[in-house]
């Protein structure tokens, strides 16, 4: 069984390292990680942390209303495929609408679309380039369609 949590900032870094950041130079703590809005949640199986999300309150100006942002979504490449990174949406979800947020968006990896297709996203405009980490899309979903 896996259980979603809130967890601390700093919880999250080594699977952002390990997953997100292998053999690319760019940082893993993120601006906004500590924002008095911002919330991480940890996938759980027994007592091992094997996936981490992160939600910050930053705006998109192609989106209306009151927005959160998905960073560092990642899961153990062991552990993926259980259902981890889907829990962590759908928990995300459930607290976003109660502090009624309406538009839930993300810079999806070009890998990662089709799962993030699976969880209500959908893609916007033209693919982009993020340098040493490569082709993506915005994402997004509108919380209360
Ligand atoms: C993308 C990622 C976060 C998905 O997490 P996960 O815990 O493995 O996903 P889940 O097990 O919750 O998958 C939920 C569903 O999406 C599907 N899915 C997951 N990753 C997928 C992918 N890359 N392509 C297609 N489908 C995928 C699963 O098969 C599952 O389908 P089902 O509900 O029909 O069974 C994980 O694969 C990962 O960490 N990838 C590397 C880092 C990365 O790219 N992060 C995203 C950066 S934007």
């Given at each position: 069984m896996i259980r979603i949590v809130k967890i601390e900032t700093?919880?999250?870094y080594a699977i952002r390292k390990e997953v997100l950041r292998k053999n690319i130079p760019?940082?893993?703590?993120?601006?906004?990680?500590?924002?008095?809005?911002t919330f991480h949640l940890g996938a759980f199986k027994k007592d091992k942390l094997i996936a981490v999300s992160s939600y910050m309150k930053v705006e998109n100006k192609n989106f209306k209303g009151n927005q959160y942002q998905l960073r560092g979504m990642a899961t153990l490449e062991n552990f993926q495929g259980l259902g981890a990174g889907k829990l962590m949406l759908i928990e995300a979800f459930k607290i976003l609408k109660e502090l009624n947020i309406e538009c839930f968006w993300c810079n999806a990896r070009l890998i990662a679309v089709k799962f993030y297709e699976k969880q209500g996203l959908s893609t916007f405009g033209e693919k982009f380039d993020v340098k040493l980490i490569g082709e993506h899309y915005v994402m997004y979903k509108y919380l209360n369609e």
């Open positions: 700093k919880d999250t760019l940082p893993f703590m993120f601006n906004g990680d500590d924002a008095i809005d």
